[in-house]
């Protein structure tokens, strides 16, 4: 398995393997006969839908070849298949970009119906595809694909084109993510490098959180960070909201009008007083990196919950419930991602960065909102 890079920020390769590694696990990354790997691939792509579906272990009992890629996952990874089955499929809904201090970015003019803008309607969120594939056997993989859709006028959301498509993958050693944690629940959170404008190091947190009332509900918010002289700043902020809409097909179908999610960058935002104050962690889960854990993906095992003290520092609050915070305290840099439900409960991602830069924990937990005393 490929071994974590000493510094996130540090140059990585461009290369993207395509899906297509996934359904067929015996072309190897650098194989020649592999040509969308010959060369580096541009950051976008537009990649066609195939509805063949992946299955490790279907592929190695109809082709005795293809037996080696069925070996157990090590027993640091023994819930990847849980992970893999809960997270792979079409995820299907709504994103949108927000500045470091809440504020949605509308989309650009030229992507908006001529309509909207006579009307004067300000458009704020992309429709949006996530196919997601994780192998279920073999070597551990998560893959997906960002597809975003031009904004429509009325129902024509079945026939949406698109816009982009830009595709992740985690566990090759031709990805680009520096670090995985990840949840039995399919979340997750996950560190990518990422090459900016005028060749800007960015890395971007990205923290998957799966409605716990709701396992075909989940939310996604990518902390866009720089990277400055004495440390890291907030750049931008993304966030998905997403559902389940079966097993995954490549992006090949949309929900379209029948879609279970609307935009929502414009709407209400959570209030900074449902944030802020004690809180009492319930569950608690940790991946650790260092110089003596150095793979990419780890599973997060249970830990000992705390209590935690929030207040407005670094304190970003967002629509659909959310909140994000992004600190740096003696030099260590803490990103984290709340999602608040009913009478002051709340899931939390949480990401811890030393101050040269280098990963040194990932976190999941449940908390509720406690009185001071407490």
Same mark, same amino acid.
């Given at each position: 398995?490929?071994?974590?890079?000493?510094n996130?920020?540090?140059?990585?390769?461009?290369?993207?393997?395509?899906?297509?590694?996934?359904?067929?696990?015996?072309?190897?990354?650098?194989?020649?006969?592999?040509?969308?790997?010959?060369?580096?691939?541009?950051?976008?792509?537009?990649?066609?839908?195939?509805?063949?579906?992946?299955?490790?272990?279907?592929?190695?009992?109809?082709d005795?070849?293809?037996?080696?890629?069925?070996?157990?996952?090590?027993?640091?990874?023994?819930?990847?298949?849980?992970?893999?089955r809960?997270?792979?499929?079409?995820?299907?809904?709504?994103?949108?970009?927000?500045?470091?201090?809440?504020?949605? &970015?509308?989309?650009?003019?030229?992507?908006?119906? %001529?309509?909207?803008?006579?009307?004067?309607?300000?458009?704020?969120?992309?429709?949006?595809?996530?196919?997601?594939?994780?192998?279920?056997?073999?070597?551990?993989?998560?893959?997906?694909?960002?597809?975003?859709?031009?904004?429509?006028?009325?129902?024509? !959301?079945d026939?949406?084109?698109?816009?982009?498509?830009?595709?992740?993958? !985690?566990?090759?050693?031709?990805?680009?993510?520096?670090?995985?944690?990840?949840?039995?629940?399919?979340?997750?959170?996950?560190?990518?490098?990422?090459?900016? @404008?005028?060749?800007?190091?960015l890395? %971007?947190?990205?923290?998957?959180? $799966?409605?716990?009332?709701?396992?075909?509900?989940?939310?996604?918010?990518? @902390?866009?960070?720089?990277?400055?002289?004495?440390?890291?700043?907030l750049?931008?902020?993304?966030?998905?909201?997403?559902?389940?809409?079966?097993?995954?097909?490549?992006? %090949?179908?949309?929900?379209?009008?029948?879609?279970?999610?609307?935009?929502?960058?414009?709407?209400?935002?959570?209030?900074?007083?449902?944030?802020?104050?004690?809180?009492?962690? &319930?569950?608690?889960?940790?991946?650790?990196?260092?110089?003596?854990?150095?793979?990419?993906?780890?599973?997060?095992?249970?830990?000992?919950?705390?209590?935690?003290?929030?207040?407005?520092?670094?304190?970003?609050?967002?629509?659909?419930?959310?909140?994000?915070?992004?600190?740096?305290?003696?030099?260590?840099?803490?990103?984290?991602v709340?999602?608040?439900?009913?009478?002051?409960?709340?899931?939390?991602?949480?990401?811890?960065?030393?101050?040269d830069?280098?990963?040194?924990?990932m976190?999941?937990?449940?908390?509720i909102? $406690?009185?001071?005393?407490?």
């Amino acid at each position: 398995m490929a071994l974590l890079s000493a510094n996130l920020l540090s140059p990585n390769k461009t290369l993207i393997p395509s899906l297509d590694l996934l359904r067929n696990p015996n072309l190897s990354p650098i194989s020649p006969l592999n040509p969308l790997l010959s060369s580096p691939p541009p950051k976008r792509l537009v990649v066609s839908a195939s509805s063949s579906s992946f299955s490790a272990a279907a592929a190695a009992s109809a082709d005795p070849d293809l037996q080696e890629i069925t070996k157990p996952f090590p027993q640091t990874l023994s819930n990847w298949g849980e992970f893999a089955r809960r997270v792979s499929g079409e995820w299907d809904g709504f994103g949108a970009e927000f500045t470091p201090e809440g504020n949605p &970015i509308e989309l650009p003019e030229s992507v908006v119906p %001529e309509a909207f803008r006579e009307w004067g309607v300000e458009v704020f969120d992309w429709q949006t595809q996530c196919p997601t594939l994780a192998s279920e056997s073999g070597d551990p993989v998560l893959c997906y694909k960002l597809i975003k859709l031009l904004p429509t006028v009325g129902c024509e !959301a079945d026939a949406a084109t698109r816009h982009s498509v830009e595709e992740r993958i !985690a566990g090759s050693s031709e990805g680009r993510v520096s670090a995985l944690g990840f949840d039995p629940s399919g979340s997750y959170v996950a560190a990518w490098p990422v090459d900016g @404008q005028g060749g800007k190091k960015l890395l %971007e947190v990205e923290h998957c959180l $799966v409605d716990p009332a709701n396992k075909e509900g989940r939310v996604r918010v990518i @902390q866009v960070t720089a990277a400055e002289e004495e440390g890291m700043r907030l750049e931008a902020i993304r966030v998905f909201s997403e559902q389940w809409y079966g097993p995954f097909r490549n992006g %090949e179908q949309l929900g379209g009008c029948a879609i279970r999610e609307s935009g929502f960058a414009s709407s209400s935002a959570l209030r900074v007083s449902d944030v802020v104050g004690v809180w009492q962690g &319930i569950t608690s889960s940790v991946a650790r990196f260092g110089a003596e854990q150095m793979e990419i993906l780890q599973e997060l095992f249970p830990s000992k919950p705390g209590k935690i003290v929030r207040d407005q520092l670094g304190l970003v609050t967002l629509p659909k419930q959310l909140w994000c915070s992004f600190k740096v305290d003696d030099g260590e840099i803490t990103g984290e991602v709340g999602w608040l439900f009913d009478h002051g409960r709340a899931i939390t991602s949480r990401c811890l960065l030393s101050k040269d830069r280098k990963l040194k924990e990932m976190a999941f937990g449940h908390e509720i909102a $406690v009185a001071e005393d407490a």
